[in-house]
């Protein structure tokens, strides 16, 4: 008897959406702290400070954005180099650990985010390449792939005509085969009628094969050997 075997569904948190949800969650702790070192080295010329606090956020916004594209297309190196200069990010919000002056930790942070927004234009642009490249390599093989059900179906469709064509050839033998037996019947009929005929034509005193019945007869009468 068969038995039928469910696999247990896979945990919540194994999950990629809830990974990624985690991610999300630890990139949005690092924004207020990010957020407040980009403004206290932007040098943006809104008019009203809020201004200048929205545009921060958005900027560490995009590079959070940033590291949730690598990690989903898989890119480990890249979110990897992201999460260090977040981390130094995040030092300098502590003020660098209160090491080195002021002068120095807006420097840090200068090089710090002109880097990432260097590094983010050298990434995406070559996972914008790759992206392309693969969707027309994906396309291809789709195409490749359909031609190929094409071919097949064609195929089925040719076996399936053969099959026909034996089905009826078949047929057309088996008629044939009943018309010689019936042909062999007629035949062993014919024999015999013709073997019976012979013997009613054939003089039994002499062995003389008249042509018909009236030969028979007459022959009768004249048999020489029936009236010796
Ligand atoms: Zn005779």
Known sequence: MNTITIKPSK????????????????????????????????????TSDWMNWVYCILVNLLIDLSVIAFVVNGRHKEAG?????????????YDGLEIFPIQINNSIAYVTYSSMFTYS???FSKLYFERVNSQEKDH???AELDSFSEKMHQADDSIKAFNETIRQKDIEIRKLNELMLQLSESNKDLTSFKIKR????TCKDCGHVAENDFGVSGHKKGCKTSHS
């Open 121 to 123: 234009i050298y990434t």
């Open 81 to 93: 180099i992201y999460a260090f200069l977040i981390f130094i990010i995040n030092l300098l919000y």
């Open 11 to 46: 945990p919540f948190f194994y999950n990629p959406g809830f990974i990624l949800f985690v991610v999300i969650l630890a990139l949005l702790n690092n924004l207020e702290h990010s957020t407040h070192v980009y403004h206290s080295i932007s040098k943006t010329n809104f």
């Open 198 to 201: 012979i013997s009613e034509l």
């Open 140 to 142: 291809n093989l789709r």
